[in-house]
């Protein structure tokens, strides 16, 4: 089945320590988000990558880069974890289009210790 | 004002009632919506999308009003299986930013 896959599902990292969280997609859809999600809240979107054209929401903090380095992967990397960055990161993928669904990845739970 | 506001509940009803859940949005140039089901520690799920002529699926409908600037989603029937957080998703169009609301959280009472 055609699926976005996000690894790991579980992260633990130790404040400052620089970790990268993965997400790779089968529907070969052109464009990937990234979004935090802390609880009880909406999901926040970071960033997303409309085929190789990188689009930074404004209030994405620069501890947060992120590559994608062909159509199937795209990485979210947090440079120095701070305990405020402990939160689901879940990734999703769409097709360009005038009226299209976001499908999401499982997510990966960052613990930031 | 958010972008999109929802009554983040809980709306706590019994099996069998039917219940029904608005979410507002204020920019105009809005395009498509969505409304997303999402269980507790999982990744949001596509529930339906919402046309502007309503549409239904099963026990659930959903409706846009673009005058009012606002969607809403109606579960007939509710099961227990309902019981999740249910959030109004609206785009400006294509792949443009999305903006999620904080969700409305409904649990099914046996």
């Given at each position: 089945d055609a699926m976005v896959i996000q690894n790991p599902r579980y992260q633990v990292t130790q404040f400052g320590k620089p970790v990268t969280l993965s997400c790779s997609q089968t529907?070969?859809?052109?464009v990937m988000y990234w979004y935090q999600q802390k609880s009880s809240q909406a999901p926040k979107l970071l960033f997303h990558y409309y085929d190789k054209d990188f689009n930074n929401e404004?209030?994405?903090?620069?501890n947060f880069q992120s590559r994608r380095p062909n159509t199937s992967f795209c990485f979210l990397d947090i440079r120095s974890p701070g305990l405020g960055d402990a939160a689901m990161y879940l990734c999703a993928t769409s097709s360009s289009g005038s009226y299209n669904e976001q499908f999401f990845g499982p997510g990966t739970r960052l613990t930031v210790l | 004002r958010k972008e999109v506001e929802q009554d983040?509940?809980?709306?706590n009803v019994p099996e069998g009632a039917t219940v029904a859940f608005n979410c507002t949005y204020?920019?105009?140039?809005?395009?498509s919506f969505f409304w997303y089901r999402q269980d507790c520690r999982k990744e949001p799920k596509l529930l339906m999308s919402v046309y502007s002529s309503g549409n239904e699926d099963g026990r659930f409908t959903a409706q846009l009003n673009r005058a009012s600037q606002y969607i809403s989603l109606l579960i007939r029937?509710?099961?227990?299986?309902?019981s999740a957080t249910y959030l109004c998703v609206v785009s400006r169009?294509?792949?443009?930013k999305v903006t999620f609301g904080t969700g409305t959280k409904l649990q099914v009472i046996p």
């Open positions: 529907l070969n859809h052109n404004a209030d994405t903090p620069d | 983040p509940g809980p709306f204020s920019n105009s140039a809005s395009q029937d509710s099961k227990l299986s309902d169009g294509g792949y443009q």
